[in-house]
């Protein structure tokens, strides 16, 4: 008989833990945690485009050693005409990129 109460008295108990939880509603807060950013790391600096006149004066010293080769500025966009061999290009192409134009304009005719 005591067993029997002792199981009532557990089973009602759970029935009240039961029903008092019934209306509760659950708790899903969570929480974010962030780092900060770090703003005062540049890992790439900005293009500097080189003014008309000493682009100009670039560009002349560039092209001096190319005859056939002519090169015209305006707007920071440079425009090269005439005509240069095939193995020559790539060293003239890097010596006018190293001046930093907006644009290059390559009409030269290669042969």
């Not at 089973?11 to 509760?24: E, F, P, Q, R, V």
């Amino acid at each position: 008989m005591r067993k029997i109460t002792y199981l009532l008295l557990i089973l009602s108990m759970a029935g009240i833990m039961a029903t008092s939880c019934k209306n509760k509603k659950n708790d899903t807060t969570t929480t974010t945690q962030t780092t900060p950013v770090d703003t005062s790391i540049n890992t790439t600096a900005p293009v500097q485009v080189s003014p008309d006149d000493a682009l100009t004066k670039g560009v002349q010293d560039a092209t001096k050693d190319y005859p056939g080769v002519n090169a015209t500025v305006n707007n920071g966009e440079v425009t090269l005409t005439g005509t240069i061999k095939k193995d020559r290009l790539p060293k003239l192409m890097q010596s006018i990129h190293a001046l930093n134009p907006k644009k290059v304009n390559n009409n030269l005719t290669i042969q």
